[in-house]
């Protein structure tokens, strides 16, 4: 008797569209498998394309799916690596689960008041000129509490002169926890040396897919932090041992995958000792989000397997 392979294509609208230096991002469609085994376990992937991060289409990817279901596996699938192995990651194992609570931080949205915020905030930029955008985020940042920390992501949007500027004037700023992403790749030996003369602490976020993943990148000399996405990584397992390796400098964050996808994402923060980006009030109210995933502190696991199979079957 074989295994059993399903899909299902799952699209969510976000409750508030979410700029981006990529442009209005207001929905999200995905790809979710399920493998069914001759034990009666079964496990879930999510394929997730994604805008900045990778560059082949939903059509692209569905076509690979459809050949998995038939029984293929090969060597040659280029686009649902990181969901097949998802599938046979360790995180299916819900007894050797770290047992945890978890904060994640929030995104940053005009309507919600300062009082809303978490102590962690991640806030996109690079949505307007520099000389206009700089002094209105100082004066956002200023008036946060003392003890709140901001990611500042422009989506790798900004050119060499207007990242000087931003690392100038973020310069001692002690709210920052990091600048996110700031151009495409590494930042050049110049740049590095700017960063590092002012001591604005940086991370990479797209550079880790585009140059190879996370042991790659660490062994191309980056000592920064890494925003770590597991729906887009090719190796879960090695994944979880990289943050683990590397807890204090990763931050595991969120593609706005399904419940079920984002549920792996959860599971997935017991490895990393920082505040994980994973806001998902973005769905809030939607049709299949299950509540356990919209409390101001998470528990992982937040949803059983057997609770996720219920949600699948409603799908």
């Avoid at 399903?6 to 969510?12: A, D, G, H, L, Y």
């Avoid at 690596?81 to 949205?109: G, N, Q, R």
């Avoid at 004037?169 to 590095?192: R, S």
């Avoid at 964050?253 to 998902?280: H, K, M, Q, W």
Wanted: with cysteine; aromatic share 10%.
């Amino acid at each position: 008797m074989q295994s059993v392979r399903e899909f299902k294509i799952f699209t969510q609208k976000f409750t508030t569209p979410l700029p981006t230096a990529h442009g209005l991002w207001e929905e999200r469609k995905s790809v979710i498998l399920k493998e069914t085994y001759t034990d009666s376990t079964f496990s879930f992937g999510e394929v997730a394309t994604t805008p900045g991060f990778n560059s082949f289409s939903f059509q692209d990817a569905l076509a690979e799916v459809q050949l998995w279901q038939k029984g293929e596996d090969r060597l040659t699938f280029r686009y649902i690596c990181p969901a097949l192995s998802c599938m046979k990651s360790s995180i299916w194992k819900e007894d050797a689960l770290t047992t945890k609570e978890v904060v994640p931080a929030c995104l940053y949205f005009e309507k919600l008041k300062s009082s809303d915020y978490k102590q962690v905030i991640k806030r996109k930029i690079g949505l307007k000129p520099s000389k206009i955008e700089i002094p209105e985020i100082l004066r956002w940042m200023n008036q946060l509490p003392a003890d709140s920390q901001v990611r500042l992501d422009p989506n790798q949007s900004l050119t060499n002169n207007q990242l000087n500027a931003w690392l100038h004037a973020l310069e001692g700023n002690k709210k920052l926890e990091f600048l996110e992403q700031p151009i495409p790749g590494m930042p050049p030996d110049a740049i590095m040396d700017i960063i590092t003369s002012l001591k604005v602490p940086v991370a990479l976020d797209e550079a880790i897919i585009t140059l190879g993943g996370l042991r790659k990148v660490k062994e191309l000399g980056w000592d920064g932090y890494f925003v770590v996405k597991p729906s887009l990584l090719d190796d879960w397992d090695d994944t979880l041992s990289f943050l683990q390796e590397h807890s204090n400098v990763c931050v595991v964050s969120s593609v706005f995958e399904s419940p079920i996808g984002y549920e792996c994402v959860i599971r997935a923060c017991t490895y990393s000792n920082l505040t994980p980006g994973i806001d998902r009030r973005i769905f809030l109210g939607g049709k299949y989000e299950i509540d356990d995933h919209h409390q101001a502190t998470l528990n992982v696991t937040s949803v059983s397997n057997q609770k996720l199979d219920q949600l699948w079957r409603r799908l």
